[in-house]
């Protein structure tokens, strides 16, 4: 069975501290990997997504990496600021042509000033 | 810039009621699909449509219908509430072809109570 571990479960860090989300995956064959990012009360917003061949991608204070091999990613958040408070969600898509896909049951991320 | 819109954003039912909830999508994706949401879990497929007449089943699909008649459109009827179907409940749309297809854009969600 496809399947996505996130942990830590929960974090909790001061502002302007960095932090690093981790992703485990045994979805096979991969197509590709999301990170998400959920605000209480609202829907999750795509941060990042990377295919086989990346190994890193930024989007601002938001870093991921893959490693393919290994099956793992990770979001390393910079400098962190009250409103990265929130849910992270990581995302496995299938690499069939029917590739659905799988979601991780988040991190919980609170950033304390 | 509307996006994906989800009404009603709150809603409370009885046992055994009937109500659909509206998703709508302005981006002209193909793709759009139904989750659940519950509490320290992550997100579960309902049911997903990859074009105008087209649905079928995801991981959780029993107790709810959908139907595609526009690519616009796909609500989500619950035939019988039922209190294990409380819970927050999003629509997400994506394009079928190209990168773009894997970035998946969510509603706001609805929240429902079933007594």
């Known amino acids: 069975k496809n399947q996505v571990e996130q942990s830590p479960q929960s974090l909790i860090i001061l502002e302007g501290k960095n932090c690093t989300l981790q992703?485990?995956?045994?979805?096979?064959?991969?197509?590709?990997l999301r990170w998400y990012k959920q605000d209480t009360g609202r829907g999750p917003v795509s941060l990042t997504i990377m295919t086989f061949s990346e190994n890193t991608k930024s989007n601002g204070r938001y870093t991921a990496t893959l490693d393919a091999d290994t099956k793992q990613s990770s979001l390393h958040i910079t400098a962190s600021q009250l409103s990265d408070s929130a849910s992270y969600i990581c995302?496995?898509?299938?690499?069939?042509?029917?590739?659905?896909?799988?979601f991780g049951d988040g991190t919980t991320l609170t950033v304390k000033p | 810039n509307a996006g994906v819109t989800q009404t009603p954003k709150f809603q409370v039912l009885k046992t055994g009621q009937s109500m659909t909830l509206q998703c709508a999508q302005d981006m002209n994706h193909e793709y759009m699909s139904w989750y659940r949401q519950d509490p320290g879990m992550g997100l579960r497929l309902i049911h997903y449509s990859v074009g105008a007449g087209i649905t079928d089943q995801g991981e959780v699909p029993n107790g709810y219908n959908v139907s595609r008649s526009t690519t616009e459109d796909f609500p989500l009827r619950l035939l019988s509430a039922a209190p294990s179907q409380t819970s927050v409940y999003f629509c997400?749309?994506?394009?079928?072809?190209?990168?773009?297809?894997?970035?998946?854009?969510f509603g706001a969600g609805t929240r429902l109570s079933v007594l």
């Open positions: 992703c485990n995956y045994t979805v096979s064959p991969f197509s590709n």
């Open positions: 997400a749309s994506s394009r079928t072809s190209g990168i773009a297809k894997n970035i998946q854009y």
């Open positions: 995302v496995v898509r299938g690499g069939t042509n029917a590739g659905k896909s799988t």
